[in-house]
């Protein structure tokens, strides 16, 4: 029997102004939409059929999707940022044992039970929030053994959640201390070694490097998006987020899905990607817990019709945020993006980035991943902080 949902505003994301559908309905069937379109144009079959299920005028929006998240990790970093507040600078609290190894370090030891509980609770704190699409990156295991085992958590996350994970390999994230001064070797390594090993065990949808002066030179996340390309996995890149390493021209390059950060994104970068429809995605939390005040060129991207999207970078070191609809309030009030473009962000524009084609805009035959939201309009969910309107969601045609 299909499902019609009634009495909503349908914001498809098919255009920059939402593509608002007033007075409007959905219809669902196995899993699908069917049919949407004005509550005057319901066919009958349809009306006399259906299970009803009345919105009460709330809108009707696709799931959200979360596209850059580091969920799965272990431990806490919340002394460290503890010993921030007290003074304590980033190099006192890596020359102690803190920063991200020490997340390589509480992941390497925790076991994949015990990994895949806590990403659990993120998840579901995503979930809560209207989210059905999530993509997830490794990078905290930095090593054959713990970069499998953060991916094999994220693929059991989605095999047991009402949750499409998109899975990414991030092996080359940060340098592992046994490889302390042998930056090239582990790059070797990434590439000959644990990029095969999760391609042939399927786990990785997708390849990301962390380029930067601090990180992997653009010759060394070059090569490891040849492997990625040797094994028919696309790219995406933590590009331009401290310094600018021309990284988003070089994802680009390989007709990347995504550069993400880009707070020292250049001209020649934007303009590579428009070419490319590489998509920008805009991680405002990093930006704020960091206190950076470098932005993101916007108006650029905005000019040269990049895609923006936004997600949450969910991470314990520099974003230890699980709220999709905060991070478009401060997409809003940080960078100035609108409330149109908060919403295509974290819809359409997200879909585009994890290369998705079937969701992130209502449309027949998109998969009936849906949110219902008590909104008395769009921009509402940009502008309240703390309440959560979200009235109910369907994953692949099911409520949840």
């Not at 990049?306 to 991070?327: E, K, Q, R, W």
Request: net charge negative; proline share 4%; aromatic share 6%.
């Amino acid at each position: 029997m299909p499902t019609l949902i009634h009495n909503v505003t349908l914001a498809t994301m098919t255009k920059a102004d939402l593509g608002l559908i007033p007075n409007a309905a959905l219809a669902i069937e196995n899993g699908v939409i069917s049919w949407l379109g004005s509550a005057e144009n319901i066919p009958l079959e349809l009306a006399q059929n259906a299970q009803k299920v009345n919105g009460n005028g709330g809108l009707l929006t696709p799931g959200l999707i979360d596209c850059h998240t580091h969920l799965v990790w272990g431990g806490s970093r919340a002394h460290e940022f503890k010993q921030r507040l007290h003074g304590a600078s980033y190099a006192d609290i890596a020359a102690a044992g803190g920063g991200i190894l020490s997340t390589v370090t509480a992941t390497r030891a925790a076991s994949e039970h015990e990994l895949f509980e806590q990403a659990k609770s993120r998840a579901d704190a995503l979930m809560a929030q209207g989210v059905t699409h999530i993509e997830i990156k490794s990078g905290y295991g930095l090593s054959v053994e713990h970069e499998l085992k953060q991916l094999r958590v994220a693929r059991r996350l989605g095999a047991e959640l009402p949750l499409c994970v998109h899975t990414t390999l991030l092996a080359a994230h940060a340098l592992p201390p046994e490889y302390k001064g042998r930056t090239d070797a582990y790059i070797d390594l990434v590439c000959n070694e644990i990029l095969p090993a999760a391609a042939a065990e399927k786990l990785a949808d997708a390849v990301d490097v962390f380029c930067e002066n601090v990180g992997f030179s653009r010759a060394q996340t070059e090569k490891v998006f040849q492997a990625a390309k040797a094994h028919g996995l696309p790219v995406k890149l933590h590009a331009e987020q401290l310094s600018n390493q021309n990284g988003a021209a070089l994802v680009a390059q390989y007709q990347g899905l995504s550069a993400d950060h880009l707070e020292y994104l250049s001209e020649q970068g934007v303009a590579a990607m428009a070419q490319a429809g590489t998509v920008a995605v805009l991680l405002p939390g990093a930006f704020y817990f960091l206190r950076e005040t470098q932005l993101p060129p916007v108006a650029q991207l905005r000019a040269a019709k990049v895609p923006m999207a936004i997600a949450t970078d969910a991470n314990p070191g520099t974003s230890p945020f699980t709220h999709l609809p905060l991070m478009m309030h401060m997409a809003c009030t940080l960078f100035r993006l609108t409330p149109e473009e908060a919403w295509l962000g974290v819809t359409a524009h997200a879909a585009k980035a994890l290369g998705v084609a079937n969701s992130g805009t209502l449309a027949v035959g998109n998969r009936a991943d849906l949110a219902l939201w008590k909104l008395n309009a769009a921009e509402d969910i940009c502008y309240e902080i703390g309440a959560n309107p979200l009235r109910q969601r369907w994953f692949a045609g099911v409520a949840t």
